[in-house]
């Protein structure tokens, strides 16, 4: 468990940040302490009373990149996506949003007790060593991760904050009558007709006028990949023998992350393997921040030359985008077996491709727009005449319709229930599907009583989506907004 967490320290960050976000209900994010005594050139905003810190910005901004980027761009998400997709705004807006609630909740005297703290650390599962709260797993947990216990704390506190005021704003009764109409709009039954339409490779034509044509007006959007040139310095694991004391000392330090299937804490014997290999690992890493400094001083030279592709699959190159000055050395990365550490030697920023080497880009992009464009075709020709085979009743919350992957699926069902057409078609990558409604049906009681509790969960969460929408409307006219943060 230790070999897994030193090489993943970001994963473990995210994973106490979990407590974090399943405490603050409904959206209200907070991922630091505010200092209420900030000036205009230490903060990106000011919410009424509570400032926004640039400290706060930039932690909250890293932990949503790294969670977009784990969770939806599988590990290749740049700085130059992430500023495309707004990502900075989104930071921003969100604290803003939190702050305002702050405010509303400082009007009202809404504070967290040392013992609403105490609670919420002491029944969090992550922190239990065989069924109880540990204060050395907690500890130790905080101190693998880089934070105090001080300011894990503090940012507890916000999420009670939030919480209590969130529960006194949402806490309303949902109506049966509210459950029925919600249920018959969830459970409403439709029976389709379905047909499949495809469109044949060789009935895609794209002429060289064409992609000439494509070319004249979207020549901007064919870039080169951003390339780094570093200079290397490798430092390896020792393969020395380890001091027997010394891994029975970094199991001792260590050993709340030695856990089997069942959560319980393996033993020295059971662990050791693994606890050689952190602490080698550890090791290491104290000769290679002394690498690191002689390297940035100039008194080591380096091993290599080696060129990094930002879409490189061995590097994190998100760790690169705060690096602009040739001469620079990053922080030592690890890897398998040992720590590198860089020295930019320079940059290669993207430039425009030439004809020839965009035209391949150009031909697949041409080629799946017309492959699109002929699938809507030929559906449009068919829809109002076409005989289907009977799919019999579909809900929404069928995942697995015939012929459709479940993701192909739950887009199909999310078209048929979303549109107010009897008939209509669905474009897919390979295939459009086409549905014809032929009858429909109301839930019956059976069905709606067995979903009782989810309905009632789910009128909350509509209700409770309403109520912060309004809420951060009327607070935002309420407490005064200065955004500095310019991007």
Sequence with gaps: MITWMQHHKKYLIV???ISVIAFVAAGFIGWGAYDFNLTRSSSVAKVGNRAISKQLFSRTYANYFNDYNIRDFNGELTQEQAKEMGLENIVLDTLINEALILNFADELGITALDSDVVELITTN????????????????????????????????????????????ITNFPVSEI?????????????????????????????GEDEIKSYWDISKNNFLTEKVYHFESVFVPLSRDNLNEDDIKAYY????????????????????????????????????????????????????KNITIKESSSEYNTSLFGNIINNGEVLQPIQKDNGWEVLKLISIE???????EEAKPQMLAILKANKKIELLAQKSQARLNAFKGSDLGFITRDNNNITGLTSQQSAQFIGNV???????????????AYLYNITEQKLPNSDKLKQNDLNLDNAMKRIREYEIQQKLINMLSQKY????????
């Design 125 to 168: 599962e992550n922190f239990y060593d065989n069924g109880t709260f540990s204060k050395d797993i907690y500890r130790s947990v905080l101190r693998q991760s880089g934070f105090k216990p001080s300011d894990y704390e503090d940012i507890l506190k916000l999420g009670i904050i939030l919480n209590k005021l969130y529960s006194i």
């Design 15 to 17: 994973t106490v940040w």
């Design 252 to 303: 001792e330090e260590t050993k709340y992350f030695y856990q089997d299937s069942e959560n319980r804490v393996l033993d020295y014997t059971a662990a050791k393997k693994d606890v050689e290999k952190a602490l080698r690992i550890e090791n290491a890493k104290k000769d290679a921040l002394k690498t690191y400094l002689s390297f940035k001083k100039g008194d080591i030279t380096a091993d």
């Design 349 to 355: 920023l993207p430039a425009p491709k030439t004809y």
């Design 417 to 431: 229930f979303g549109s107010k057409e009897k008939r209509g078609y669905v474009i897919f990558d390979d295939k």
């Design 480 to 487: 005064k907004i200065e955004r500095y943060y310019k991007g």
């Design 178 to 206: 509210d459950k029925e109409i919600l249920g018959s709009a969830l459970f409403m039954e439709d029976r389709l007709s379905v047909a499949t339409v495809t469109v044949d490779d060789s009935e895609i034509k794209i």
